[in-house]
Nanobody, 123 residues
Framework: QVELVESGGGLVQAGGSLRLSCAASGSIFSINDMGWYRQAPGKQRELVATIIRGGSTNYADSVKGRFTISRDNVKNTVYLQMNRLKPEDTAVYYC?????????????????WGQGTQVTVSS
């Protein structure tokens, strides 16, 4: 069984920093795109940042210059360094990964989500 486990959420004052981690475990052949999404109360889930296996990144305009996504392909882990946090960054943050598994000679890719971690920024 393959799963994503997130950690690092919490309560922080505006202007502070948090670092989220998301580790994939199980019978993994490889991982393609990885990313972070967030969902605030009463709002739809939105993209925060993504990173491809080769390292190219993409950010939502609202977090550019404040958040940095990175990954460790050996550890199958993706990180989100969040600096200069604002109250509007308050949300549940979800990790996402395109996981590839191998059964016999067949590769199968599927979209996997973590359970979410709460980030609360107080003003």
């Amino acid at each position: 069984q393959v799963e994503l486990v997130e950690s690092g959420g919490g309560l922080v004052q505006a202007g502070g920093s948090l670092r989220l981690s998301c580790a994939a475990s199980g019978s993994i052949f490889s991982i393609n795109d990885m990313g972070w999404y967030r969902q605030a109360p009463g709002k739809q889930r939105e993209l925060v940042a993504t990173i491809i296996r080769g390292g190219s990144t993409n950010y939502a305009d609202s977090v550019k210059g404040r958040f940095t996504i990175s990954r460790d392909n050996v550890k199958n882990t993706v990180y989100l360094q969040m600096n200069r946090l604002k109250p509007e960054d308050t949300a549940v943050y979800y990790c996402n990964a395109g996981v590839v598994t191998k059964t016999m000679d067949l590769l199968h890719e599927f979209d996997l989500w973590g359970q979410g971690t709460q980030v609360t920024v107080s003003s």
